[in-house]
């Protein structure tokens, strides 16, 4: 299957949840908890390779995850994405460590869902600012909604929250050995 999607920074997520409902989105998942666990073994040869293997915890389900590199000749972040529901995050986790992988990122998000004609959008929270997340069958579709909310091509942000946020953690430990 392939992943269509595309974040915009946002300022004031109330006020993004408020517009979505007023253009007939309905809300699908409350504002809850998403634990991430991202995997690798001890080369890092998927990351070097633009892939992804995820466990996600949340209150309702945990799945796990492979992401494909994203395609470079996409306007939206657009790759393949293979998903599937595990009974046990935990256990999915012990599993992919006791065959050689290593948690080599976890992170949590605040988020909440909302969707209208096979879009899904996400109000996420992060510790690396809040991000409007469109995910939908085409790209058109998503630029389109992207539009009506009020963001252009200029506002894509394509990067991954692993990227953004293993970023900022980076800066962060630099800092503190340059102040020590």
């Known amino acids: ?7 915009f920074a946002l300022k004031d997520t109330k006020a993004a949840e408020v517009r979505l409902l ?10 809850h908890v998403e634990t991430n666990y991202l995997f690798d073994d001890g080369s890092g ?3 070097s390779l633009g892939r992804l293997l995820r ?16 395609l470079a000749t ?13 009974g046990d995050a935990e256990t999915m986790i ?3 460590q006791g065959v050689g992988f290593k948690v080599r990122m976890q992170y949590s998000k605040h988020r909440t869902v909302f969707q209208k004609d096979g879009l899904s959008v ?16 085409s790209e058109e579709e998503i630029i389109t909604l992207g539009a009506a909310l009020g963001y252009s091509e200029q506002d ?3 990067r991954t929250y692993a990227d953004l946020i293993g970023e900022q953690r980076r800066a962060g430990e630099a800092n503190g050995r340059e102040s020590s």
């Open 1 to 7: 299957m392939q992943e269509i999607e595309i974040k």
């Open 22 to 31: 007023e253009e007939g989105f309905r809300l699908t998942a409350q504002r």
């Open 45 to 47: 040869a998927l990351r």
């Open 55 to 70: 466990v996600r915890h949340t209150p309702s389900k945990h799945t796990i995850t492979y992401k494909g590199p994203i």
């Open 74 to 86: 996409s306007k939206l972040k657009q790759r393949e994405e293979i998903e599937c529901r595990v």
């Open 94 to 96: 012990r599993i992919l």
């Open 122 to 137: 996400s109000v996420d929270e992060t510790e690396v600012g809040d991000y409007l997340e469109i995910e939908g069958p």
């Open 156 to 158: 894509f942000v394509r």
